[in-house]
């Protein structure tokens, strides 16, 4: 099966459970019937609610972002959503609510222990030695592995970026993550919109996984000084902080980013984040849907919960594993799967929908650093959002369409479609 977008469904009406041990705010997400639903009056009726605030307040980058944990409610227009401090059974009945769930905290899918790598840089370490010493080595290996050389990433190469005339030009990608180092030297001139829902801290990223995924999907092909590692160089940037500093955010924070990037106009929406729950949200089911019907596709890390090595392939989780949101895993540069990416799950929406490069990703990172090499399907993700941007630049293609594109355009690997979906999606020739 080829993606997997579906038109004019809506979440079932349910109240999910989460694991043991998973980490909630003890507010809970609502899902109206209506994406176009006035679910501040909807709130204020059903609960009694005085204090909801409107997700829009704090768009403005000098805004106050403690609204969206201090209010009583918040909705999120657009995407017919809210978060509130309530009671589930006083929504309970009511047709014009579909779903009531826990608030969920996620965070920055946790980094690849070295080890894992330690084996497998060993084996091509001669390997690279001698690809770098060929002349003509701008051109990608013709089979795997790939390997950086001093022009182009592994991934770039096996994605096929360097030989596409597309860039991005006139495509909106949000990456909503843990911010942007905004003075980075690859990244200062570029169009790029900033905004953080974190209270108390601004758009810039005091972690480096959010600088990280922005360079991978948007940063440049032929930086100074450097090797050429971002799919999507000319494309416009939106950046919204929606993690903290410290590597996690609540519902609350991802919704009002997800809702920011699609009344902005993204055609792609980025998202390196996640919680270990199987079972499929509610909230993301519709988010992902509804920024569809606008024309915004979002793209998911799958996670990093596997240890196939011991025999545990890890499922995809919340929000990837929703079945309008575009899960990405990870491959290495063999094209394999990596042995900590995700594997689908027969839930409905919990399936891997395309791989690409997660081993070794080497991109932007806070100065004083400016790069870091770093491995998760948190890398692999950005590549994908990217080259969906190429993608609608080609084409013209938008939400659906533009997943349907992505995914025709995939390379079929040996692996799994369990554990790589499509295949390794391609840029535009």
């Not at 918040?74 to 009511?94: I, K, N």
């Not at 222990?113 to 770098?132: I, Q, S």
């Not at 349907?404 to 499509?422: E, F, H, I, K, N």
Request: some cysteine; hydrophobic content about 40%; charged content about 20%.
């Amino acid at each position: 099966m080829i993606g997997r977008p579906t038109a004019g469904r809506d979440p079932r009406r349910a109240r999910i459970g989460v694991p043991p041990g998973t980490a909630t705010t003890g507010r809970s997400v609502v899902v109206f019937a209506d994406p176009d639903q006035d679910g501040a009056a909807t709130l204020r009726r059903l609960t009694g609610l005085s204090d909801v605030a409107d997700s829009r307040d704090v768009e403005p980058g000098d805004a106050d972002a403690r609204v969206l944990q201090q209010a009583e409610a918040v909705v999120f227009p657009g995407l017919g959503l809210a978060v509130a401090a309530v009671d589930p059974q006083r929504l309970a009945g009511d047709r014009s609510v579909l779903a009531v769930t826990p608030e969920l905290v996620h965070h920055v899918l946790p980094e690849v222990p070295e080890g894992y790598l330690a084996g497998y840089r060993d084996a091509v370490a001669d390997l690279t030695g001698r690809l770098l010493a060929l002349p003509g080595d701008t051109a990608a290996p013709a089979t795997p592995p790939y390997v950086d050389t001093p022009q182009y990433t592994w991934g770039l190469q096996a994605t096929g970026v360097p030989a596409s005339p597309r860039t991005g030009r006139g495509i909106r990608v949000a990456v909503l993550d843990t911010g942007v180092d905004t003075a980075h030297p690859d990244l200062a001139e570029r169009a790029l919109t900033a905004t953080s829902f974190v209270a108390g801290q601004s758009p810039r990223d005091g972690h480096g996984h959010g600088t990280h995924c922005v360079g991978t999907a948007c940063g440049p092909r032929a930086p100074e000084g450097s090797r050429g590692y971002g799919v999507a160089p000319d494309a416009e940037v939106f950046v919204g902080k929606v993690l903290s500093d410290e590597g996690s955010g609540t519902d609350a924070e991802i919704l009002a980013g997800i809702a920011w990037a699609v009344r902005n106009g993204c055609q792609v929406i980025s998202m390196s984040l996640g919680a270990d729950v199987a079972e499929p949200s509610p909230a993301y089911t519709a988010a992902g849907r509804r920024a569809l019907d606008q024309g915004s596709l979002i793209v998911a890390a799958a996670g990093n919960n596997a240890d196939r090595e011991n025999g545990d392939p890890g499922f995809v989780g919340v929000p990837a594993n929703s079945p309008d949101i575009l899960a990405v895993g990870a491959l290495d540069p063999s094209l394999a799967v990596a042995g900590f990416s995700a594997r689908s799950t027969d839930v409905s929406g919990g399936q891997v929908d395309l791989a690409a490069p997660g081993v070794d990703v080497y991109s932007s990172w806070p100065l004083p650093d400016r790069y870091d090499t770093i491995s998760g399907t948190s890398m692999a993700t950005p590549h994908v959002a990217g080259l969906a941007a190429l993608w609608a630049e080609e084409s013209g293609a938008r939400g659906r369409d533009l997943w349907w594109a992505l995914t025709r355009a995939a390379r079929r690997l040996t692996a799994p479609s369990a554990d790589v979906g499509a295949g390794i999606p391609l840029a535009p020739r």
